[in-house]
């Protein structure tokens, strides 16, 4: 009998993502005291004495407070509003990867069944990489057909934007194990097998 593919789900660093959270109202909050004690400089001097005394002064000071106020309030929507826009949650089973959002819909897929042989020579059918941007990670590259029946490039990312994952690699080691067990046909480059520990 055919033992079952074990069900992986991703798990968030909450404290970890709650400090980092917790810096960016540290910093919201200094960059609006900053901003109280610019104005405060210009109505305690007078508002339009320090526009006719210092008027190069007084438009820095109200540009450089308006830009201020609207990066805070910026920061502000972000951080009353990212649970809710950029909370995912991953889970791996014997179908594939699929990416949910809080309110449990799917909103990214990676089905074993979709995955193509690769149509570079020079690149396994699926192989890892290394993104530098918009910040440093690590995503899995493999192959799949689009809506033209053209087989391209894609990445499977199981980094979040805002939250901090705990079983990472777990998650990318247990998504390519899947692979070796429901498409063995397709080949993982060396260097992936290496690093998550794979069995040829």
């Not at 949650?89 to 690769?118: D, F, P």
């Amino acid at each position: 009998m055919k033992e079952k593919f074990n069900v992986v789900e991703s798990e968030i660093n909450w404290p970890l993502t709650y400090l980092g959270v917790s810096l960016i109202w540290l910093v919201t909050v200094s960059v609006l005291v900053t901003v109280f004690f610019l104005f405060y400089e210009i109505l305690d001097y007078g508002f339009a004495d320090y526009l006719n005394d210092k008027p190069s002064d007084f438009f820095i000071l109200l540009f450089a407070g308006v830009s201020l106020i609207v990066c805070c309030a910026f920061l502000i929507f972000l951080m009353l509003n990212y649970k809710k826009k950029y909370f995912r949650k991953t889970i791996i089973n014997e179908k594939g990867a699929s990416v949910y959002n809080i309110k449990n819909e799917i909103v990214a897929q990676t089905l074993y069944a979709q995955l193509c042989h690769s149509n570079d020579v020079y690149f396994p059918d699926i192989s890892h990489t290394i993104h530098n941007q918009p910040n440093f990670r690590i995503v899995l590259r493999v192959f799949k057909k689009d809506e033209n029946n053209t087989v391209t490039e894609q990445s499977v990312d199981f980094n979040y934007n805002y939250l901090s994952v705990k079983n990472k690699r777990e998650l990318y080691r247990h998504f390519l194990i899947g692979i070796q067990t429901f498409r063995p046909e397709l080949k993982i480059g060396q260097r992936t097998m290496e690093n998550y520990h794979l069995k040829s």
